[in-house]
């Protein structure tokens, strides 16, 4: 089974510019979550999708939004880019709710630099 | 509200020594605790997970936690440490609605 992929790898912008991530998770999961790492904050939650609604969304402004699609394909896209937006993009997928003892399974990330 | 705390951002151990890797957590129901691996540039790795079946976990790599309720704690141990060892570690627990907790990660060196 294939596992949870983003696209793209790495990414550089300017500020003021937007910015689509993609990620696809693990056939059948339908749950993906997007977290924000970086040296000085560690992992920090963005928001989870299950079957196209946002059930969960972390304290960040709403220049960083998302959706998912009926495929459980999720997008994020930061518009407005700042400096401090630079940080690895980490994707998570799980089965969904139901299962409490569910984990997460992350994809490799996307490293977004903003010069 | 559930969380978790992971004391000491980083960890020095002799190769061969064991690892101890510490997290206690917070939680208002009964918790579900993961421990994940990051190697450099990469996603984070499943380590182990603990979901009441066993209060001791084996997980890949010969790592296990041992999950205790008196102490809140779910900490990681390796007998002995290899330099493949050498990564980012990270305890999580889960709470309701599907969202994760993690804490801020402890950065294990292995000297050889």
């Known amino acids: 089974k294939a596992g949870v992929t983003q696209t793209p790898r790495y990414l550089i912008k300017t500020r003021g510019q937007q910015v689509t991530l993609s990620c696809s998770p693990i056939s059948g999961h339908r749950s993906v979550s997007w977290y924000q790492q970086t040296p000085g904050q560690g992992l920090q939650f963005l928001f989870e999708?299950?079957?196209?609604?946002?059930?969960n969304k972390g304290n960040f402004p709403g220049r960083f939004s998302g959706r998912q699609f009926s495929n459980s394909r999720s997008e994020m896209n930061v518009s407005t880019l700042e400096l401090g937006d630079s940080a690895l993009y980490l994707c998570?997928?799980?089965?969904?709710?139901?299962?409490?003892?569910?984990?997460?399974?992350f994809g490799p990330g996307t490293r977004l630099t903003v010069l | 509200a559930q969380s978790v705390t992971q004391l000491g951002s980083h960890v020095s151990v002799s190769e061969g020594a064991l690892v101890l890797l510490r997290c206690n957590y917070s939680?208002?129901?009964?918790?579900?605790l993961f421990w994940y691996v990051q190697y450099p540039n990469q996603g984070l790795q499943l380590l182990l997970k603990y979901t009441s079946a066993a209060t001791l976990v084996k997980g890949i790599n010969g790592f296990e936690a041992e999950f205790k309720k008196s102490e809140t704690s779910f900490h990681l141990t390796k007998p002995s440490a290899h330099m493949s060892d050498a990564a980012e570690y990270f305890c999580?627990?889960?709470?309701?609605?599907?969202?994760?907790?993690f804490g801020t990660g402890t950065s294990l060196t292995v000297i050889p």
């Open positions: 939680s208002s129901v009964p918790p579900y």
């Open positions: 998570a997928s799980s089965l969904g709710p139901g299962g409490m003892g569910n984990e997460q399974f």
């Open positions: 999708y299950f079957s196209e609604t946002q059930r």
């Open positions: 999580a627990v889960r709470g309701t609605g599907n969202q994760f907790y």
